[in-house]
Each structure stands twice: as C-alpha cells, then as structure tokens.
C-alpha cells in the first residue's frame, strides 16, 4: 500500500547545475500535482499533469522549469541552472481526479550552494 | 480571486487543553472544496479532511473536529485534549470547481502548532 513517493528526499546542486525530482503517484491515482514551499512561505502550486499531458501550469516560472508525465515512469520535475533561489521543498501530490483529495509525497528538499 | 487566510501564525498550548485554529477563506465559486493538511516537524503533509461547499455539517473525527461556516467563510479546526504529537504546522487550503480550475490547492500560511508537555 504505497503512499506517494518522490526521490531524492534531499538534492544538493551548485549554482548552473541540472535538478531533476521524480515523483511517483499512488496506485491508481493519475492526477500529479507539483507544489514548492519557499522558506518562511506557504505551499504554492506549479503545475498539474495527467498522463503525457500538462494541464495546468499556470505556478511555473516561464523558465528553466518543465514538467512531464510520460505514459510509463515517474512524473519529473527539472530545473536548470539553478540558481540560490530555488532553495526550496519540493512537494508531489497525487489523485484520483481532479477535486478529490491530494495525497502528499515527502518532498525533496533541494539545496542550491 | 481565491485567498486563504490562517490568521494565527503561531499557537502555543499545554497539553490537554483544547485549541482551535481559524481558516477564511474567500472565493466567487459557489461550488468549492476547502482541505486541512498537517505537516509534522519531519516535514511530510497530512491529508486530514476535504469537504465541500455544499455539506456544512460539523464533522468529528476522534479528538479533531471541524466547523464550516458559510455565511462566515470560515473552515475552524479544533483539537480537543491536545497532545504532545500533535505539535506541527497546520495548513488549510481551498480548491475551486469552476471551469478554468483543476483542482490545484491554494494554501493558507499555515499554523505552527506547539504543544507543551
């Protein structure tokens, strides 16, 4: 009975470098949301996907941030060039549809020296 | 446009005394979801509860019980005889129904809960 599962739990890159974050959805569950959660600010929403499709990515940056959910693996959050800023929680959600209930992965903490 | 507000940034306690943290929230839909989630100090969220905008009964859940008021917007969360492990930050969060809505998550700034020995 697996939860929501992301990987890594902790990301340390440098100024410039890739990141890349999976998640994993619960079983049965083909709904993906990606929330950020900046230090001493709340949970915000970046973007929605189903399978092989961006619903909603009206909370992304207009760049170096992209999304996908391809029709088999994880869903994959990449950053490039980070930068410090991006310093952040990184959290995946999943559902069943799109106004039930969200199921929290752990997060990936990522950590931009 | 959709706001939640947890006007209480942080909540201090003994154990065994009962708290409540306040949601408002603000929203044009007439078909909405509100959630509260909580987020202990190792960092992982809590699915608690979802309800719709249509069910304002109270609900109970062991020492949890919530209280929506519509003609309020308001979404309350009371722990009764707290606990120790109950510390964590506490957030409550809207979700819309309307055409160009998906069901993402607007959250409130959360409530950090301390519950002292």
């Known amino acids: 009975n697996a939860g929501v599962m992301q990987n890594p739990r902790h990301l340390v890159r440098r100024r410039g470098q890739e990141a890349r974050l999976r998640c994993s959805p619960m079983?049965?569950?083909?709904?993906v949301y990606w929330y950020r959660q900046l230090p001493e600010e709340g949970l915000k929403f970046m973007v929605y996907l189903q399978k092989e499709n961006i619903i909603d990515e009206s909370g992304m940056p207009k760049e170096r941030f992209s999304a996908e959910f391809p029709k088999e693996g994880p869903s994959i959050l990449r950053i490039q060039q980070v930068v410090r800023g991006d310093s952040a929680a990184y959290f995946c959600?999943?559902?069943?549809?799109?106004?039930?209930?969200?199921?929290f992965g752990p997060g990936t903490r990522l950590t931009v020296t | 446009a959709q706001k939640v507000t947890q006007a209480q940034t942080e909540i201090s306690v003994v154990e065994k005394e009962d708290v409540t943290l306040d949601c408002v929230y603000e929203t044009r839909d007439t078909t909405y979801y509100l959630f509260w989630y909580k987020q202990p100090p190792s960092g992982e969220l809590v699915f608690l509860i979802r309800?719709?905008?249509?069910?304002?009964q109270n609900e109970i859940s062991g020492r949890y019980s919530w209280n929506f008021q519509k003609s309020t917007s308001s979404f309350n969360f009371t722990i009764t005889a707290s606990q120790v492990v109950d510390s964590a930050v506490y957030f409550c969060?809207?979700?819309?129904?309307?055409?160009?809505?998906?069901?993402?998550?607007?959250f409130g700034q959360g409530t950090t809960l301390q519950v002292k020995p």
């Open positions: 969060a809207l979700s819309e129904e309307g055409s160009s809505n998906t069901g993402k998550l607007i």
């Open positions: 309800r719709n905008s249509f069910d304002e």
């Open positions: 959600a999943s559902s069943r549809g799109d106004l039930y209930e969200q199921y």
């Open positions: 079983k049965g569950h083909s709904h």
